[in-house]
């Protein structure tokens, strides 16, 4: 009978070795498919937002999402609007369950919240154009706050952070602890503030004071947008495409998400937010991008395509932080927030808002 012959140790590692090439080979190619699984499903979110915002203006009569009051303008000043009238009407977050009894939301006193009555306040910087899953708005959606239409699959830090809140059956409920201890968990996406002041108040002659405006805080319609495929309405607020996966911001003392604050989507050279125009298209829209159009909007004297103030401090004046860094720009990864050309203010700056542009397109 004829012996059966068994691998010899090199015919076995020369196995192992054609196994773990082949491994190699294959794992970057499934962990790319993967993030463009992600990426994907992030546009369809954005896709779905898009299609929610246009029957929110169907029913509204052509307007945006608001929660600013068209007359707020006129009382001159937060004080004298605080003074004359009291109290802004609150943002809606919604009813809890039977373990979170009772609706929840936002009332307005201006000793201290009238920031959340501003598209984007040019104090802190925060508005309402972060919270696009308040409850006005979520109903065009599925009417929850914790829905996962509201949070990019790539958003680990804060999809760990809602996990739980989006298996809730209320329409909404706080982050464990006493409720109204911590804050909600924003949105993965944000609007674009300067879209929805009047197209004044951020417009190519420098920034105007809403409160100096009757119609200053007026959210203008939908059908305004100029160039609607190259304005942005929405995009990922945090850097999630390109990211390096490097954590928490260290910039940021605690954080929203469990004393966590990821970057944010200009912190990053390589990042290129998913994004919804106001035509309803998506795709992805760059830092380089951005700068390059902006650039080149500048060139022979060109008023660009948005603020930068370290650039414009004079059409800044009487914003506030915005004036000094920009959006968190101090906050960078890598880069600096003077001397370099990704210092973007795209999307939250643009220039004549709902009337201007953040990019030129594509190459």
Not at 6 to 23: D, H, N
Not at 111 to 127: E, Q, S
Not at 180 to 201: E, H, M, Q
Request: aromatic content about 14%; hydrophobic content about 35%.
């Amino acid at each position: 009978m004829k012996k059966r012959r068994a691998f010899t140790i090199i015919e076995l590692l020369v196995v192992i070795s054609i196994i773990a090439l082949l491994i190699g080979i294959l794992l970057p190619a499934i962990s790319k498919a993967r993030e463009s699984a992600k990426l994907t499903e992030s546009l369809t979110n954005l896709k779905n937002l898009g299609a929610a915002h246009q029957n929110y203006a169907a029913q509204w009569n052509d307007r945006q999402f608001s929660i600013a009051a068209d007359n707020l303008g006129v009382y001159g000043s937060v004080a004298n609007y605080n003074t004359q009238v009291g109290e802004h009407p609150g943002i809606a977050l919604g009813w809890g369950d039977a373990n979170n009894d009772g609706f929840w939301g936002y009332w307005m006193d201006f000793a201290g919240n009238h920031g959340l009555v501003w598209p984007i306040d040019p104090t802190d910087r925060f508005g309402w154009f972060r919270i696009p899953n308040a409850k006005q708005f979520s109903e065009f959606v599925n009417g929850k706050f914790y829905d996962k239409t509201f949070y990019a699959p790539k958003d680990k830090i804060v999809l760990e952070a809602v996990d739980t809140l989006i298996d809730n059956p209320g329409e909404f409920t706080f982050p464990p602890g006493a409720p109204g201890t911590t804050p909600p968990f924003w949105s993965s996406y944000c609007l674009s503030p300067a879209a929805l002041f009047a197209p004044k108040v951020f417009d190519a002659d420098g920034y105007t004071n809403p409160f100096t405006l009757g119609g200053g805080f007026k959210t203008p319609a939908m059908s305004m947008a100029r160039h609607s495929d190259l304005k942005s309405h929405m995009l990922e607020h945090h850097w999630l495409q390109g990211n390096r996966n490097i954590g928490c911001n260290p910039a940021f003392t605690g954080g929203t998400f469990e004393n966590c604050e990821p970057y944010y989507f200009n912190h990053g050279y390589e990042s290129a937010p998913a994004t919804l125009f106001y035509d309803g298209s998506v795709r992805v829209l760059g830092l380089r991008e951005a700068g390059d159009g902006d650039n080149q909007a500048r060139v022979g004297g060109g008023q660009g395509l948005y603020f930068r103030p370290s650039k414009d401090p004079d059409e800044m004046q009487g914003m506030g932080q915005l004036q000094s860094d920009g959006y968190f720009l101090g906050a960078a990864y890598d880069f600096s927030a003077n001397g370099n050309f990704y210092e973007t203010g795209f999307h939250i700056l643009t220039k004549d808002g709902i009337l201007g542009r953040d990019t030129l397109g594509t190459p």
